[in-house]
Nanobody
Framework: QVQLVESGGGSVQAGGSLRLSCAVS????????LAWYRQAPGMQRELVAS???????WYVASVKGRFTISRDIPKKTLYLHMISLKPEDTAVYYC????????WGQGTQVAVSS
């Protein structure tokens, strides 16, 4: 059974930075398009960033230039490096395939104070 385990969240002040990690089990890691999503309180889950099997990346406009998605294939770990954090980045962050067809993990909480 595929497992997604997110970590690295925390509480930071605006302007701070965090690096989120997602440990992935399963053989699809190197070939699938993987993604980070987030869900703020009272809001729907939204796609934040994705990375293809070939390493092409995409970002939602609100994080472009501040967030960087990457992955370590031997370690089967997906990362999201976040800088210049804003209060509106506060959410629970999740990883999944872009197709979002894996069972969601517990997520990791990011709280940004002004």
């Amino acid at each position: 059974q595929v497992q997604l385990v997110e970590s690295g969240g925390g509480s930071v002040q605006a302007g701070g930075s965090l690096r989120l990690s997602c440990a992935v089990s399963g053989t699809f890691f190197s070939v699938s398009t993987l993604a980070w999503y987030r869900q703020a309180p009272g809001m729907q889950r939204e796609l934040v960033a994705s990375i293809t099997g070939g390493g092409l990346t995409w970002y939602v406009a609100s994080v472009k230039g501040r967030f960087t998605i990457s992955r370590d294939i031997p370690k089967k770990t997906l990362y999201l490096h976040m800088i210049s954090l804003k209060p509106e980045d506060t959410a629970v962050y999740y990883c999944n395939k872009l197709s979002a067809d894996l069972t969601w993990g517990q997520g990791t909480q990011v709280a940004v104070s002004s």
